[in-house]
């Protein structure tokens, strides 16, 4: 009986220690694991879901978009460069899982100044498509990209390391809306200049809620809003393309012929197709009806070939992957990585929420592509970064308990 409590504390020791060695190792796992590519248990199953799932609807629906262009051609060129871009965005995928998330940090201004310097160089040297100079070519390649992306996902990191900094921090005010414009302003005036106003607004409304999760008080972002309207509106009323598309808007029935004639066609797409759609590569809108059918309004095509069902699933896929993105930036042990993770959720569903907005007549027509299923290879590959930086950050932050973790992160970053 003497013995018993003897052996009684021995064991508890031995419960204890070996539960610390346990814990060690576990925590030594995580940390070889994320250091190549990220433990499996701590990739967030629904951002893969859902990123696997529009991809897949994207090759699917862009060979069915894309097949009307390339009569005579067993497999169409753009169906060929857009699987191209997808095995590119896997390894993109693959590459940012490996990158620590201070690195980007460090990476964050150098890489804006590079997208402002190639919006630069395609405002001086752009090839011109439809009046606007947004592509810029790689000598020696028959291969054009769109500056425009780069350089809006270069500055919502910015943004994110910027606002990040606790030094930048005291006394806020209208300071982090200083320092957000100032890196905002030359993307934005040169994405006018091209002219893309689209891109120009979806910046805009990006970095406005990167301002809102940090904390930034209502009265300074609803001034910063004002200031932004109005400089748009501005825009608007010298640029005559962007007026013909809000009178498309606003009476295409009456505008069939003109402005409203891709409104027109998109309607009639969702029209045919329906609960269920006519089946994919039976749709008739792409036959020439429907402009841009593979990059713009490659939803319609959904609409028509899959039918309401085939919209839903895309949306919820949208939704899905939203609500990750979400859920990983409440986890984040620090300021930097809640920026990023909510700026890297936004730059795929902000985009994909107006672009299904426009097809469905609830905004002007833009010009966006939808993210993952339009034919767009710069916004494939910089979507695929995006998602690889969001699985980063989720894998990163499955090693702390969800009580640490929100101890950690303070709310409000911007409230002073």
């Not at 005579?72 to 620590?100: D, E």
């Not at 005291?170 to 320092?179: C, H, N, S």
């Not at 970095?207 to 910063?224: K, P, T």
């Not at 919209?311 to 930036?329: D, E, K, M």
Request: charged share 15%.
């Amino acid at each position: 009986m003497s013995g018993s409590p003897r052996r009684s504390r021995s064991n508890r020791r031995g419960g204890w220690r070996g539960a610390a060695r346990r814990a060690v190792r576990a925590q030594r796992v995580g940390a070889g694991g994320a250091a190549f590519g990220g433990a499996a248990s701590g990739l967030d199953g629904a951002v893969i879901g859902s990123a696997v799932l529009l991809t897949g609807f994207g090759i699917v629906m862009v060979y069915s978009a894309a097949a009307p262009l390339a009569f005579g051609n067993p497999v169409p060129p753009h169906f060929q460069r857009h699987l191209l871009a997808v095995g590119l965005g896997l390894a993109c995928i693959a590459v940012a899982l490996r990158i620590p998330l201070a690195v980007w940090r460090r990476l964050a201004l150098p890489l804006w100044a590079a997208g402002v310097a190639l919006l630069v160089a395609t405002s001086a040297a752009g090839v011109e498509v439809n009046s606007a100079r947004r592509w810029l070519a790689v000598p020696g390649l028959e291969l054009r990209f769109q500056p425009g992306e780069v350089a809006k996902w270069a500055t919502l990191l910015a943004v994110a390391a910027v606002l990040a900094r606790p030094e930048r921090r005291a006394g806020a005010g209208a300071r982090p809306v200083v320092l957000a414009g100032a890196l905002s302003a030359p993307p934005i005036a040169l994405l006018v200049a091209q002219p893309d106003l689209g891109s120009t607004a979806v910046l805009i409304a990006l970095v406005g809620l990167l301002l809102f999760v940090a904390g930034v008080r209502l009265r300074w972002l609803a001034a910063a809003g004002g200031v932004a309207t109005a400089g748009l509106g501005l825009c608007m009323l010298v640029r005559p393309y962007a007026l013909a598309r809000w009178k498309g808007f606003l009476a295409p029935w009456e505008n069939a012929r003109t402005e409203g004639f891709q409104l027109v066609q998109s309607f009639v797409a969702f029209g045919r197709g329906g609960m269920l759609g006519v089946g994919v590569g039976d749709g008739r809108q792409k036959l020439f009806y429907l402009p841009e059918a593979h990059t713009d309004f490659i939803l319609s095509v959904v609409a028509e070939e899959l039918g309401l069902v085939g919209v839903l699933v895309v949306l919820a896929a949208f939704a899905g992957f939203a609500v990750a993105g979400v859920r990983i930036a409440q986890r984040a042990r620090d300021p930097f990585a809640l920026l990023v993770a909510f700026a890297m959720t936004a730059f795929v569903v902000v985009p994909a929420a107006v672009n299904a907005a426009v097809v469905m007549g609830l905004l002007p027509t833009t010009g966006l592509t939808l993210p993952f299923l339009s034919y767009g290879r710069t916004s494939l590959l910089m979507c695929a970064l995006s998602v690889g930086v969001l699985l980063r950050i989720a894998s990163r932050e499955a090693q702390l308990p969800r009580s640490r973790v929100a101890a950690t992160v303070p709310r409000g970053l911007w409230r002073g």
